[in-house]
């Protein structure tokens, strides 16, 4: 026999071999292709053949190892696959069994509102003073009261139960005083002074569904030399439709507080407002007082109201989530309930 | 305050229209433009078939001998029978009936029902005569005459069988009920209201007119005025009036009365509640018989005065304080705030003194509020009368008592206190008022404005003086008038604009950052972030406090005995917070709360108020309830210290100690650590004394508490790159046995202090304390793990440097290596 047909012979046995084995592929390609085997052996007997027939024997011996290889290769991924699926199938859980707990901690639905009042206002680039020596929660009667222009005897404290401490020191009822306190430090040579202070109040009322000693306001103010009342409804706006959505509006409507005037409450609309709606059919709700800054505070705390004007607003972040979420009791907020805290967990919106 | 429509129609021409829905639009118009509305009604509801009846004839009912039969005429061709048990019904009476087929209000429940046919006692009665209290009238505003039985007309009110009664009554009247701000005084009266809607509706007031008759014998005959201290009233007048007769008011001015949410009395009080309600000026009728002498005083209370008002009340006055109207005797009245009972007007008055004033406002507030009367007159008084009005009213009212009472005016006011009102008169610009609300008005539409609120000004290219009334006492400054500008051009027309200028950063402190951080990564650490009340008791306030000898901030006058102190820790709170939890079967709990405390200084300084951070830690830690190797198992004093010491490091503190203490009253003693940062004393952690958690059936509660000040002091903000070594790491383990008293702390340290440049980590790997270790003794293991920066490790170096550190370990600490 010719090498040629050797070789042809071993590539068809070898073939064969390579698909009906089941044993070790390892030890297959040693015996065929290894040093010591069989299509090594039969190569040897090149040194035999014609300078001139070298090239073709050549070409067949390099198919019949190239068609093992590539068997053997093939041959060896077939069985680790089936290694793999048998290990897969053996692995196999039931996923539906619940997961491994990760405790993650919320922050405080009011933190949450008071954070995204925060980070609106930061946007349009206003200060958040809420440290303990502009904005503290002990304030003084004047700071509270006499410097919001309410004086001793005025009657709108009666709008405004207090805990006092002593008659000069209180629980401050609102956060206007950090208004005053802000205005006395900010240097207008900067830029105007526009800022809000969220943070504790306190008012001596007993708790019930509606009513709590303790709850929080977010005072906002911006103080310059072209501060108009459209700049305050404007302000307004963007905030509410922040904390309700882009498709809800205000409207203002004539008030009274002693530190601003003109003075509005400020609805929102509980539906959202398409231009094909009529009046009548948006619901509004109360939300906010603001207004212009009187010109008694502005002056007592330094800032000539002829030349500077002042828009302030104050916000509160318990009624906020009340309407936002329906929370029909304030309470809650203070129970600190752990079923209550964790409903609050979605973040990013 | 309740504002009837018809009554203001009087003064505007009657150009408001009454029906329902032009009435709603009108409320809404003035909720924008003024005021809020607290109620927009009418006194009838939805009641109706309510008609005026004469009884023709009243016969006993056979069965019963509380009822009694009558016939009454409605003004159809036959009579209506029907039964009833109306004490004062008599023949030729005129009443109310209440039709079969009517609606009326049950005043108990509310409800609109039907009247039906009834039976009583076998006789049928078809329809029911009424009393004002059964057709919706409150008891607080129906006549007192009528009380115990059915309303009967008067006998010269001229009602015809048949009538509409709540036409007659004034019922059907829209009433709206203003919710008045503080600054609106003007609007307590009927004509400051006319003035308001006149503005809004472009529509000129017309003032009431009265003829006055004036008799020749001089008031001052009769009375002299005294006014003692000069602070007290601005104006002071008073007419006489003679021979008056007291008697029931005509029907129109009570339907005024309860119309306006007030009870008729009789014909003079109610002139001087008429008048208070026209004009807003609160006038006062005395008994002139009843003075003691005809001096009359305004001054203020003396020692030990004493005085009974209307309302039955003794009251004991404010020496120097009080402003009182008294004769030679003693107190008449609170001035400005109530009559007294001894000098009331009643059915046998003969002769009267009608005072009206301008009483110094903040006086009358705190005379008010001391004896917490809230009256009609003090609340004009407090708010700021019209000063223009007092006379006019003070007149008109006399005109009435002749006209109602057959009083005769005695001649001439006594006055004792004219002081002129300084007119105020402001330049208003275009520009200002633009500048300040951001529209572009021009002078003549501001001026357009005065006109619609009847300002006087003048107007020149330039300019506005315009002159602000009297009657409008809550305004003296530009802003004053620039609001009445903007509420009557519109808010909702004004443009929406956000402010413009100089460009300033939106940034935190780094104060703020870190308090925010810290809140994050305790979030992320799991725990809930909580917000409890500040407000709590005297021991609360301090069971965890920093300092115990601290003064606390103290209420004056608390609500509550459960909120007198103002928190010196904020895990009192929370503990409350898991007691809560606790009792409403949640059990695994997680919380912290980030807050102030307070800390009294002197009484008339502010607190200090410190920044503390605080979290609880109880029940199981629940990694998984089904799944064997991770099964609940009870959180330890190592949870919470774990907690906290990845907080301290992720806020970048470092040196971090933890001290074993006792020296905290509430914490368990033997699971307590103070923290220090390096020697700065920052905070504990540990147990919560299980006095206070085993006695409410709380599993162990581990909290801690910590001064963010300090930490924020102690924090380090700069971060530098550490090289990563790539050259292999070495450990080698020690396993110690060593005396139970050594801690974990001490032995670290030896380790670190002795174990050479080249050790990168020690790891405790492993605690035991078991039987087969000697009394006294427990063994700790760890790993020391060894790398170099520069170069591979020489197995030798490593091994003389552990050496170092055992040989260090059982000289200093006596350790046994096992």
Do not use: C
């Amino acid at each position: 026999m010719s090498l040629i047909e050797d070789l042809t012979a071993l590539k068809s046995a070898a073939v064969k071999r390579i698909n009906t084995s089941g044993a070790d592929i390892e030890a297959l390609r040693v015996s065929l292709l290894g040093k010591k085997g069989e299509l090594t052996a039969l190569l040897k007997g090149m040194k035999d053949v014609l300078p001139e027939d070298r090239r073709a024997v050549g070409e067949i011996g390099n198919d019949v190892r190239q068609t093992i290889t590539q068997l053997l290769a093939q041959k060896k991924a077939a069985e680790e696959t089936a290694k793999m699926n048998a290990q897969l199938v053996s692995e196999t859980i039931d996923v539906t069994l619940p997961g491994s707990v990760h405790r993650v901690g919320q922050p405080h639905v009011l933190q949450q509102i008071i954070d995204e009042i925060e980070q609106h206002f930061l946007g349009l680039g206003f200060e958040v003073i809420d440290d303990t020596i502009d904005s503290p929660e002990v304030e003084t009667d004047e700071y509270n009261f006499e410097r919001e222009n309410l004086p001793k005897d005025h009657p709108a404290r009666d709008m405004q139960d207090t805990f006092y401490i002593t008659p000069e020191i209180l629980l401050r009822t609102q956060t206007s005083p950090v208004q005053s306190r802000s205005l006395e430090k900010h240097d207008f040579s900067k830029g105007p002074l526009k800022m809000i202070a969220p943070g504790k109040v306190y008012r001596r009322d007993t708790d019930d569904a509606t009513h709590s000693h303790q709850f929080h306001q977010v005072e906002g103010m911006v103080v310059g030399e072209n501060i108009t009342m459209a700049d305050l409804k404007g302000t307004l706006l963007s905030i509410m439709q922040t904390l309700f959505g882009e498709k809800h509006q205000i409207r203002m409507r004539p008030s009274y507080f002693p530190f601003t005037e003109p003075s509005v409450e400020v609805d929102v609309s509980w539906n959202e407002v398409t231009p094909d709606m009529k009046p009548e059919d948006i619901e509004w709700i109360e939300v906010l007082g603001a207004g212009m800054t009187h010109p008694n505070v502005l002056r007592m705390d330094g800032i000539d109201p002829n030349k500077y004007s002042a828009f302030a607003f104050g916000l509160g972040p318990d009624r906020f989530a009340m309407l936002k979420y329906g929370v029909d009791d304030i309470r809650q907020f203070y129970l600190n309930d752990v079923r209550f805290l964790s409903q609050f967990n979605r973040k990013g919106n | 305050m309740k504002t009837s429509l018809k009554w203001i129609n009087d003064y505007l021409n009657n150009s408001i229209n009454l029906d329902a829905d032009a009435v709603a639009d009108l409320a809404e118009k003035i909720e924008r433009t003024s005021v809020e509305i607290a109620d927009s009604t009418t006194l009838a509801q939805q009641q109706d078939g309510l008609v005026v009846a004469k009884v023709m004839s009243v016969t006993s009912h056979p069965d019963s001998d509380h009822m009694v039969i009558a016939q009454v005429d409605i003004g159809e061709s036959k009579l209506t029978q029907v039964v009833t048990g109306a004490p004062n019904i008599a023949e030729g009476q005129f009443v109310i009936l209440a039709k079969v087929g009517a609606h009326i209000i049950n005043h108990e429940t509310g409800e609109l029902i039907e009247l039906k046919p009834a039976e009583l006692r076998g006789k049928v009665s078809n329809g029911m005569l009424v009393a004002l209290q059964e057709i919706g009238f409150d008891s607080k505003i129906s006549p007192k005459d009528f009380e115990a039985g059915i309303y009967v007309f008067g006998e010269n009110e001229n009602v015809q069988p048949g009538d509409d009664a709540l036409t007659v009554l004034g019922m059907d009247e829209p009433v709206l009920d203003t919710d008045l701000t503080p600054n609106r005084a003007d609007m307590l009266s009927m004509i400051g209201t006319a003035y308001e809607l006149g503005a809004m509706l472009n529509q000129a007031v017309t003032l009431p007119d009265f003829d006055l008759v004036e008799y020749e014998s001089p008031a001052k005959n009769q009375v002299s005025l005294f006014i003692d201290d000069d602070d007290l009233v601005s104006k002071y007048a008073v007419r006489v009036i003679n021979h008056v007769t007291v008697e029931d008011s005509p029907l129109w001015l009570q339907k005024r009365l309860w119309n306006a949410g007030m009870r008729p009395i009789n014909n003079i009080v109610d002139i001087t509640n008429y008048m208070m309600l026209m004009y807003g000026q609160p006038l006062h009728a005395f008994d002139l018989d009843k003075l003691h002498d005809n001096e009359i005083h305004v001054r203020r209370a003396e020692v030990d005065e004493k005085l009974v008002t209307l309302d039955g009340q003794k009251r004991d006055l404010r020496p120097g304080e009080d402003i009182v109207i008294a004769t030679t005797d003693g107190p008449l009245m609170l001035a400005g705030v109530m009559g007294g009972l001894e000098s009331e007007v009643d059915e046998s008055t003969q002769n009267i003194v009608i005072e009206s004033a301008v009483f110094n406002p903040s006086l009358i507030r705190s005379t008010a509020r001391r004896h917490n009367i809230h009256s009609e007159a003090s609340a004009r008084f407090e708010r700021g009368v019209n000063w223009d009005a007092t006379y006019v009213a003070l007149d008109h009212a006399a005109s009435l008592v002749d006209e109602l009472a057959k009083g005769q005016v005695a001649r001439e006011r006594i006055v004792a206190a004219n002081i002129e009102r300084k007119e105020v008169s402001l330049t208003i610009t275009a520009t200002r008022v633009n500048q300040i609300l951001g529209t572009t008005l021009t002078l003549k539409e501001i001026a357009g404005f005065f006109d619609q609120l009847n300002f006087q000004y003048t107007l020149d290219s330039e300019k506005i003086e315009v002159i602000l009334p009297a009657r409008r006492a809550d305004m003296s400054i530009e802003a004053d008038v620039v609001e009445e500008i903007a509420r009557l051009y519109g808010y909702d027309n004004l443009p929406v604009t956000l402010p413009y200028g100089p460009t300033t950063p939106g940034k935190l402190t780094r104060q703020q950052r870190q308090i925010r951080a810290s809140r994050k990564i305790l979030e992320s650490l799991g725990l809930n972030q909580a917000i409890s009340y500040v407000l709590t008791t005297p021991e609360k306030s301090q069971q965890f406090a920093e300092n115990v000898t601290a003064k606390v901030v103290t209420l004056n006058y608390p609500m509550s005995s459960d909120r007198t102190t103002a928190r010196q820790n904020l895990l009192a709170g929370l503990l409350e917070d898991v007691a809560y939890n606790v009792n409403h079967f949640v059990h695994n709990i997680a919380l912290y709360e980030q807050g102030r405390v307070f800390v009294a200084n002197e009484d008339n300084e502010l607190p200090t108020e410190i920044e503390h951070i605080a979290g609880v830690l109880t029940g199981d830690d629940v990694t998984s309830s089904w799944q064997n190797q991770k099964a609940a198992r009870a959180v330890d004093f190592y949870d919470i210290k774990g907690i906290v010491s990845a907080y301290l490091d992720q806020i970048g503190t470092t040196n971090i100690k933890y001290v074993a203490t006792n020296r905290h009253v509430n914490m368990h003693p033997g699971q307590t650590a103070d923290i220090y940062v390096g020697d700065v004393y920052i905070g504990f952690a540990g147990q919560i004394h299980p006095k206070l958690t085993q006695s409410q059936k709380m599993a162990p509660v581990f909290g801690f508490e910590l001064n963010l000040f300090t930490i924020m002091n102690e924090a380090k903000s700069d971060v530098q790159y550490d090289k990563i070594s790539r050259f292999p790491q070495v450990s080698r383990d020690a396993a110690l046995l060593v005396n139970e008293n050594i801690e974990n702390a001490k032995i670290e340290s030896v380790i670190r202090q002795s174990a050479g440049n080249k050790l990168v980590d020690v790891t405790l790997f492993d605690v035991y304390t078991g039987d087969n270790l000697p009394s006294g003794k427990r063994s700790l293991a760890y790993t020391l793990t060894y790398q170099d920066n520069d170069d591979t490790l020489v197995e030798a170096e490593v091994n003389a440097d552990f050496e170092n550190v055992i040989t260090a370990l059982v000289n200093e600490l006596d350790v046994q290596v096992r």
